[in-house]
């Protein structure tokens, strides 16, 4: 008998920092496998009918591999979806649970009580812009907010966003953390998070959540795993506050 936990993740084609922060989290009798999805272009008529069209080789070839659950792990992506019909119809396409960047980061704050947030991020205005407006919808005020504009080029993005370490998005969380804030938020899945959460929160006190460290928990919460663990913040550490 294979008592292995298949979990699929969908990423942007090229996203390779989600796959290897998941490989350092990655409890045993849990298996992940990642594919790629072309990223709608932007001004599409319908982003997330042309999101939900990408995505439709890549969702079966994880159903096909035998995902148990599916990780959409991309934010802006999911964030610009997450209304109720469309998260329905993404669950139809997938066949098994489903959880986003979105939802489980609209999870995370609410198991941890928070409303009033600082965000990191390497994106420019818009994609800043659909992060605030969707944490506007559930509740979240943005307190802070400070974008590298690594977004400005595909090729600065492909160079730079990979590269940056953990001190470098420590500090920038740090550059916008004041006493407003109850917590820092990292929600790009393009990036490193995980080591600089728990930078962020042993400097601090405060808790920090990525939606990668999010995606995560909440997969794993959904399928009725606990993979608490150190090192990889609060939200993971405690797992059933």
Same mark, same amino acid.
């Given at each position: 008998m294979n008592d292995v936990v298949r979990i699929g993740v969908l990423v942007p084609a090229g996203n390779t920092i989600h796959e290897r922060e998941f490989a350092a989290l990655r409890p045993a009798g849990v298996e992940f496998r990642f594919a790629g999805f072309a990223y709608p272009p932007a001004g599409a008529a319908d982003f997330c009918a042309d999101l939900f069209a990408h995505m439709r080789a890549p969702v079966a070839e $994880? %159903?096909?591999w035998g995902a148990q659950a599916l990780l959409v792990g991309c934010t802006t992506a999911s964030m610009l979806c997450a209304d109720p019909a469309r998260e329905a119809q993404m669950q139809s396409l997938a066949g098994v649970p489903v959880v986003t960047a979105a939802s489980a980061v609209r999870e995370a704050l609410a198991v941890l009580g928070l409303r009033r947030i600082a965000v990191a991020t390497p994106y420019g205005a818009r994609g800043? #812009?659909?992060?605030?407006?969707? $944490? %506007?919808?559930i509740g979240i005020e943005t307190v802070a907010i400070r974008g590298l504009e690594l977004d400005r080029s595909p090729e600065v993005w492909k160079r730079e966003a990979p590269a940056l370490t953990p001190q470098q998005v420590l500090e920038l #969380? $740090?550059?916008i953390d004041g006493p407003e804030a109850e917590a820092l938020y990292l929600p790009c899945t393009g990036i490193g998070s995980v080591e600089a959460i728990e930078l962020y929160e042993q400097r601090t006190g405060k808790p920090a959540l990525s939606s990668v460290q999010a995606g995560f928990w909440a997969t794993l919460r959904r399928l009725g795993i606990d993979a608490r663990r150190a090192g990889a913040g609060r939200l993971v550490a405690d797992w059933s506050v």
């Amino acid at each position: 008998m294979n008592d292995v936990v298949r979990i699929g993740v969908l990423v942007p084609a090229g996203n390779t920092i989600h796959e290897r922060e998941f490989a350092a989290l990655r409890p045993a009798g849990v298996e992940f496998r990642f594919a790629g999805f072309a990223y709608p272009p932007a001004g599409a008529a319908d982003f997330c009918a042309d999101l939900f069209a990408h995505m439709r080789a890549p969702v079966a070839e $994880l %159903r096909a591999w035998g995902a148990q659950a599916l990780l959409v792990g991309c934010t802006t992506a999911s964030m610009l979806c997450a209304d109720p019909a469309r998260e329905a119809q993404m669950q139809s396409l997938a066949g098994v649970p489903v959880v986003t960047a979105a939802s489980a980061v609209r999870e995370a704050l609410a198991v941890l009580g928070l409303r009033r947030i600082a965000v990191a991020t390497p994106y420019g205005a818009r994609g800043n #812009g659909v992060v605030v407006d969707y $944490l %506007r919808t559930i509740g979240i005020e943005t307190v802070a907010i400070r974008g590298l504009e690594l977004d400005r080029s595909p090729e600065v993005w492909k160079r730079e966003a990979p590269a940056l370490t953990p001190q470098q998005v420590l500090e920038l #969380g $740090l550059s916008i953390d004041g006493p407003e804030a109850e917590a820092l938020y990292l929600p790009c899945t393009g990036i490193g998070s995980v080591e600089a959460i728990e930078l962020y929160e042993q400097r601090t006190g405060k808790p920090a959540l990525s939606s990668v460290q999010a995606g995560f928990w909440a997969t794993l919460r959904r399928l009725g795993i606990d993979a608490r663990r150190a090192g990889a913040g609060r939200l993971v550490a405690d797992w059933s506050v």
